[in-house]
């Protein structure tokens, strides 16, 4: 059974950093596109990152470009989430998930893309 569970989330000052991971067990993350969501409070969920199968492609969200870089660990099965300069705005329940896309080379921030969910880790970010 595919799962997915994240961590590293925390109360972090503004400009600050956090890395979260994202832990895949029934399945090999080198198989999948994987991707990073965000949703605060009352709003929408949100693509926030996506990595290729192939692992050589990746997307951000405008909001996030610069400052966060998605990266993975085929040895640990584990996609990671490194986030800087963290803004009050990046408070959220983070959210990994999982998607078989139809070429390796492909990976897309959109909800409707993914079908398996981790449960989420909060990030607040506030001083």
């Known amino acids: 059974q595919l799962q997915l569970v994240e961590s590293g989330g925390g109360l972090v000052q503004p400009g600050g950093s956090l890395r979260l991971s994202c832990a895949a067990s029934?399945?090999?993350?080198?198989?999948?596109?994987i991707a990073w969501f965000r949703q605060a409070p009352g709003k929408e969920r949100e693509g926030v990152s996506c990595?290729?199968?192939?692992?050589?492609?990746?997307n951000y969200g405008d909001s996030v470009k610069g400052r966060f870089t998605i990266s993975r660990d085929n040895a640990k099965n584990t996609v990671y989430l490194q986030m800087n300069s963290l803004k009050v705005e990046d408070t959220a329940v983070y959210y990994c998930?999982?998607?078989?896309?139809?070429?390796?080379?492909?990976?897309?921030?959109?909800?409707?893309?993914?079908?398996?969910w981790g449960q989420g880790t909060q990030v607040t970010v506030s001083s």
């Open positions: 998930a999982a998607a078989r896309m139809a070429l390796q080379s492909m990976c897309f921030i959109g909800r409707s893309f993914y079908n398996d």
């Open positions: 029934g399945f090999a993350v080198h198989n999948y596109a």
């Open positions: 990595l290729t199968s192939s692992g050589g492609k990746t």
